[in-house]
């Protein structure tokens, strides 16, 4: 107890404190920045919203990420030879172009589209179109990805 | 100009023996009353903090995953030079995949926790302290 | 011996003992200011613990850039004694309002012969202490803050949030005010 008297009005402790509600504001003007940002340049992709629900009320609070910008995740629903279709984890469908610069890896290393099937788990990188397809700069094709530790 | 030392009457007046003790006593109860007060206010935000913690843990890990941000982090340690390589789209796709909305909740929660816990320990020992009456 | 600011800056650093010893330094003026103004030993108890406590209190906000620590605090125990003869209806919230004593006595100029007779009086000083109490408060702070409580005009106008002309002028009304209550004796 004397020893917790002693830690936890330390100078230590203040400068965590600080630290941390400094990282706070910055993240708390980037949530505004990403939610103001994606509405303008992601129209539709903004992250779905946090749901506050009570008797008489009903709130969304905007996540602050979007989920298909320069990049997605998911499962592949479909290949063809210039484009494949994603159904991402929040469950919309995401169309990714096939390019002359796009590189696609497995475990094994570099592979072609020949590698990609339905059913397969990708992570993408690339460039968002105006009609919201990515094209795509990198597929990398994943044995199973991060299992969701939390069950919802 | 009437001087002081005409006015000489106007001596000090001996305080009564218990006065001193009492001031201190009055003080140190008013002292008392208000760390407590305090540590009232500080406890209840401890427990809201520690009980809105749990969860926030949850949904923020949650939220980094439905966010794909643990997916694009992955490639760093998959495959390094690629992920270098590509570091632009790499770079903006871990920033929009950021879940600010956990974060915050998560470090409000931490910071709201660490606050009360630094407040209380002085109040604390205030608090108890007994009050000898005058 | 260390002064009260040193006290004070101690008391900040967390030595609780400076604080007492800032009591046990000004407990007497305190004490004295308190009685003479309202004339109860029980009330000036109470006046003094509550002007002890309110210093407390309000220590973090205290400045010697703006007043000495004895003027600062014989201005709380002023505002405290006349918060307490209101609270028990002793006095009318005009009391410190009007300058009362300005058209009875015109002329100022005789202290000498006060001088002489209240140190005459000296040896009755019941009498003395009965007639200060018998004047309006306005003019018995500013008798027991200049002679009472050891500060200069300066200190008292501060203390009383007025210009020291004016403290100096009701002073003399007081002196005269004061011969008058102890001739009609």
């Not at chain 1, 965590?16 to 706070?24: E, N």
């Not at chain 2, 949650?62 to 789209?89: K, R, T």
């Not at chain 3, 009362?100 to 009498?127: C, N, V, Y």
């Amino acid at each position: 107890m004397e020893q917790f008297k002693k830690l936890v009005p330390s100078e230590k402790v203040r400068q965590v404190l600080y630290g941390l509600g400094i990282l706070f504001v910055a993240m708390l003007i980037f949530h505004a920045g990403v939610v103001t940002g994606s509405h303008r340049h992601f129209p539709g992709k903004a992250g779905p919203g946090f749901g506050l629900r009570g008797p008489g009320f009903n709130v969304q609070l905007p996540r602050g990420f979007i989920p298909n910008g320069h990049g997605s995740v998911g499962t592949i629903q479909n290949v063809s030879t210039s484009s494949i279709t994603l159904q991402t984890r929040d469950g919309a469908t995401q169309t990714v172009l096939l390019t002359d610069k796009t590189s696609i890896r497995t475990q094994s290393g570099a592979a072609s589209s020949t590698a990609l099937s339905v059913g397969q788990q990708v992570i993408i990188l690339g460039t968002p179109n105006d009609d919201g397809t990515i094209s795509a700069d990198l597929i990398r094709a994943t044995p199973d990805s991060v299992r969701n530790p939390i069950k919802r | 100009m009437t001087s002081k030392r005409d006015m000489a009457f106007f001596t000090k007046v001996e305080p009564p023996q218990h006065l001193f003790e009492a001031v201190l006593a009055y003080i140190a109860l008013a002292r008392r009353r208000a760390a407590r007060i305090r540590l009232a206010a500080l406890g209840t935000v401890m427990v809201v903090s520690v009980a809105a913690l749990v969860p926030s843990i949850n949904y923020a890990i949650h939220e980094f995953y439905a966010s794909g941000f643990y997916d694009y982090l992955s490639l760093f340690f998959s495959d390094s030079s690629v992920a270098f390589g590509h570091w632009q789209e790499l770079s903006l796709s871990l920033a929009e995949s950021l879940p600010s909305l956990a974060v915050l909740l998560l470090l409000g929660f931490s910071i709201a926790l660490l606050w009360s816990l630094r407040r209380i320990a002085p109040n604390v020992r205030m608090a108890m302290m007994p009050i000898q009456s005058a | 011996m260390d002064s009260d600011e040193d006290l004070i800056a101690a008391y900040m650093e967390g030595d609780e003992h400076a604080f007492a010893q800032l009591v046990e330094r000004h407990l007497k003026t305190v004490y004295s200011f308190a009685f003479r103004f309202v004339g109860s030993q029980s009330d000036a108890e109470d006046i003094v613990q509550e002007s002890f406590l309110k210093v407390w209190k309000n220590l973090k906000r205290y400045s010697s850039r703006s007043a000495s620590f004895k003027t600062w605090l014989m201005h709380i125990v002023r505002n405290t004694a006349i918060d307490h003869l209101r609270k028990r209806k002793q006095i009318p919230f005009s009391a410190f309002e009007d300058d009362e004593g300005k058209s009875l006595f015109e002329d100022l100029s005789d202290e000498a012969p006060l001088a002489e007779e209240l140190f005459a009086q000296a040896q009755d000083s019941k009498e003395v202490e009965k007639a200060v109490l018998k004047l309006s408060p306005a003019y018995r702070e500013v008798l027991l803050l200049y002679y009472g409580s050891d500060l200069t005009f300066e200190e008292v106008a501060a203390i009383l949030g007025a210009p020291t002309n004016t403290v100096k002028s009701r002073h003399r009304r007081a002196v005269v005010a004061l011969r008058e209550t102890l001739h009609r004796k």
